[in-house]
Nanobody
Framework: QVQLRESGPGLVKPSQTLSLICTVS??????????WSWIRQPPGKGLEWIGA???????VYNPSLKSRTSISRDTSKNQITLQLTSVTPEDTAVYYC???????????????????????WGQGTQVTVSS
């Protein structure tokens, strides 16, 4: 059974770059036609899809975050990384990585999340943006 685990700093200063790692065990980030997504949930709000890496190495992003986001995969370490630049307090959220076979059009166009699309989730990691 695949397991996902997010890691990274819990506190980031405004204007800096947020960097998170999703370590995958029990499965490979380079096989089986999977998408590996980053999703976040700000306090008091719903889930927001950030973007995803495809098992082939391709990427797709939420258009509202695309200019600040980079997602990549490291097949040697079986990890998916997220970098979000120029963060503000509005980027404060619990960040999750999750696996799916498809990415819904609503995610790509509006950044919304269909929980049923994902078959595996990490436990999430809290990131706070504050000086």
């Amino acid at each position: 059974q695949v397991q996902l685990r997010e890691s990274g700093p819990g506190l980031v200063k405004p204007s800096q770059t947020l960097s998170l790692i999703c370590t995958v065990s029990g499965g490979s980030v380079a096989t089986n036609s999977q998408y590996w997504s980053w999703i976040r949930q700000p306090p008091g709000k719903g889930l927001e899809w950030i973007g995803a890496a495809h098992y082939t190495g391709g990427t797709v992003y939420n258009p509202s975050l695309k200019s600040r986001t980079s997602i990549s995969r490291d097949t040697s370490k079986n990890q998916i990384t997220l970098q979000l630049t120029s963060v503000t307090p509005e980027d404060t959220a619990v960040y999750y990585c999750a696996r799916s076979k498809t990415i819904a059009a609503q995610s790509i166009t509006r950044g919304t999340v269909d929980r049923g699309e994902y078959d595996s989730w990490g436990q999430g990691t809290q990131v706070t943006v504050s000086s």
